[in-house]
């Protein structure tokens, strides 16, 4: 495990560790974030916790053509209840996600006051980007994600009412498929991504989807 300085720069993320970690430290500032991002790398900590930063291997990807959308997900759709709209409140679905996270870990949340701000600044640049979902005129579901043009790099997703997350997923998959973005990266193995059609590839494989720095 590395100690970052000011310097902006990363150790080889061959170098992490059985668990991901790769490198403790250094800032959330724009210019670092994007850095990781387009290296492998993500931030992940607990408030109170210096910045830890992981680059797993494997990793957990969705290819848009591999995406699963269940007979009970395609009746929702048609349904048409809920309606979509993109990067029209990043505050409102970070908040969000950061308030389903505080809940749940009763009071705790890997998305701190920090984290959040971090962010916020990313979307005023153009690299984080939000889905909302609505029901009539209530946020009811969303996520939010780095950009990096041909890669999303999914962060978290909240939910107020049954499927409104799983919604915003599948019609960004959808989205991003017709734009030709070539993957969604979902950082670590959980069991509802894998539903969707995520699955886990090497880092190695992984890296060679990255853009170039």
């Known amino acids: 495990m590395y100690l970052l300085s000011k310097e902006l720069v990363f150790p080889p993320v061959h170098l992490a560790n059985e668990e991901g970690v ?17 290296s492998g790398i993500f931030p992940w900590y607990n408030q109170g916790e210096p910045i830890i930063w992981y ?10 053509k591999d995406l699963k959308v269940s007979k009970s997900m395609k009746q929702v759709i048609r349904k048409q209840e809920f309606t979509i709209t993109y990067n029209q409140n990043f505050e409102a679905v970070i908040s969000n996600c950061k308030q389903i996270f505080r809940t ?22 153009g690299i984080a980007k939000s889905v909302e979902v609505w029901l009539g005129d209530e946020l009811v579901g969303g996520l939010y994600g780095i ?4 890669i999303f790099c999914g962060e978290s997703m909240f939910s107020k009412v049954s499927n409104a997350s799983k919604f915003a997923f599948i019609k960004l998959i959808q989205k991003l498929e017709n734009e030709n973005y070539t993957l969604i990266d979902c950082q670590v193995y959980n069991n ?3 539903s969707l059609g995520a699955d886990e590839i090497s880092r190695d494989e992984f890296l060679k989807f990255l853009p170039n720095k």
């Not at 950009?147 to 041909?150: K, N, R, S």
């Open 22 to 38: 790769l490198a403790v430290g250094g800032d959330l500032s724009v210019e670092r974030l994007l850095l990781a991002y387009k």
């Open 55 to 64: 680059s797993p291997n494997p990793r957990m990807v969705l290819f848009p």
């Open 104 to 125: 749940a870990d009763q009071g705790g949340t890997w998305i701190t006051n920090e984290m959040q701000q971090a962010y916020i600044n990313l979307h005023k640049k």
């Open 147 to 150: 950009d990096l043009g041909t």
């Open 192 to 194: 509802h991504l894998a």
